[in-house]
Every structure is written in structure tokens, then in C-alpha cells.
């Protein structure tokens, strides 16, 4: 069964530099997305995808966080500067795009853990 | 806004016990519903969806059911098996918009 795959699985950065997380959603599917899980919380939709351009993101993304599919498989996030509270396990997310956006699920990676010292 | 509950736990059964995980939502409209399973060490796996009321959305021997007068899609499984241990999320998707919301997830160990 197709996957959406993420790399590296555990990014350890220092604060205030940047990152980059990496992800390869399945690879007929139109929408992307971000997600994060700081510890012990919910997991937060940070922003979608679509068509090369964003479509709707949350209010934790603020201009610190980008996002680029800079080839026809990849799609990352950058966290600019990154501080201590960007520590949290992020997720990438894809979905078909086609019909009722509602009725797709959305298939997951198994996140990358990014720590920030 | 969009809002889903669930049992934090742990939930800790016996194996072949019968499982429920209660989730109820706070949606306007007619939202989808899914539950995720997270294993250690691995990421969120959709377990089954649910795309209008009293739809049930079954696999891997759990069930859930699409109640829209309580607002609410309970996990249920008859047996459980110590290979069922994980996270479970209980999550919505709303029609127009394209973030999930996620419940807490409520973590599970089933014990030989």
C-alpha cells in the first residue's frame, strides 16, 4: 500500500537556526498538509496545500513557517529561527483531492521528531 | 469551532476483553469521522471512517458507528489482542475545509 514517507525521522537543531523537515506524500494524491504534536498535546493542523500554493493554514503557521513542493515528489516545511517551543513531532499528510474533500481521509507519515536546544 | 472529545486513559484490559473508547464531536454541519491508530515508534494510521450518520465504519475487528443525534462515533472492539496496544484518535474533517481535528487520543494496553 502506497505511503507517505518523512525525513529525517528525528532532526535535533540548535536554537535559532533553520530546518528543514522533508516529506513524499502518495503519489496521485493532490492535497498536503502539516500537522504537529508538541508532547502530551493534540495534534494541530498547521497549514494544506494545493495546486503549489497554500489553502488554508492555522494560526500557529506565522512567517517563521514555509512550505514548497520544489519537485514533482517532494514537500517540505522550513521553520525559520527556530525556538525552543517549535520542539514537537511533525507530521505530513496527503489526500486524493478529488470528490468531496470531506469524504477523503487523510493518510499520514510517521513524523519527524524535532528537537530544539 | 470544531471540536473533539475523548477519554484520555490509559485504558489497560486483559487480552480477548471488550473495548470501547467513547468519542463525542462539536461540529456545525455534516462532518466526516475517522479514528487513527498510532503503534510505538510509528505514525497515525487511518483504522476506519465514517462519512454520514449511522454509517459504521469497520476494520481489523473494530467498529464505529456514526451517531449523529449524540454526536458521537465510540471504538468498539469484542476482543482484543495485546497487538492492539496503541493511541487511538478519534478525529472529524469538515466539509469545506481541510484540517483534521483530532481528539487527545487515548493510549491502550492490552495485557496477556
Known amino acids: 500500500e502506497p505511503e507517505v514517507t518523512q525525513t529525517p525521522s528525528h532532526q535535533v537543531t540548535q536554537m535559532g537556526q533553520e530546518v528543514i523537515l522533508r516529506c513524499v506524500p502518495i503519489s496521485n494524491h493532490l492535497y498536503f498538509y502539516w500537522y504537529r504534536q508538541i508532547l502530551g498535546q493534540k495534534v494541530e493542523f498547521l497549514v494544506s496545500?494545493?495546486?503549489?500554493?497554500?489553502?488554508?493554514k492555522s494560526e500557529i503557521f506565522d512567517d517563521q513557517f514555509s512550505v514548497e513542493r520544489p519537485d514533482g515528489s517532494n514537500f517540505t516545511l522550513k521553520i525559520r529561527s527556530t525556538k525552543l517551543e517549535d520542539s514537537a513531532m511533525y507530521f505530513c499528510?496527503?489526500?486524493?483531492?478529488?470528490?468531496?474533500?470531506?469524504?477523503?481521509?487523510?493518510?499520514f507519515g510517521d513524523g519527524t521528531r524535532l528537537s530544539i536546544l | 469551532g470544531d471540536s473533539v472529545t475523548q477519554m484520555e486513559g490509559p485504558v489497560t484490559l486483559s487480552e480477548e476483553a471488550f473495548l470501547t473508547i467513547n468519542c463525542t464531536y462539536t461540529?456545525?454541519?455534516?462532518?466526516?469521522l475517522f479514528w487513527y491508530v498510532q503503534y510505538p515508534g510509528e505514525g497515525l494510521q487511518l483504522l476506519l471512517k465514517a462519512t454520514k450518520a449511522d454509517d459504521k465504519g469497520s476494520n481489523k475487528g473494530f467498529e464505529a458507528t456514526y451517531r449523529k443525534e449524540t454526536t458521537s462515533f465510540h471504538l468498539e472492539k469484542g476482543s482484543v489482542q495485546v497487538s492492539d496496544s496503541a493511541v487511538y484518535f478519534c478525529a472529524l474533517l469538515h466539509g469545506g475545509y481541510q484540517k483534521v481535528t483530532f481528539g487527545i487520543g487515548t493510549k491502550l494496553q492490552v495485557i496477556p
Open positions: 496545500f494545493y495546486n503549489n500554493e497554500i489553502s488554508e
Open positions: 499528510a496527503s489526500s486524493e483531492g478529488t470528490g468531496r474533500l470531506s469524504n477523503q481521509p487523510q493518510h
Open positions: 461540529a456545525t454541519g455534516y462532518p466526516s
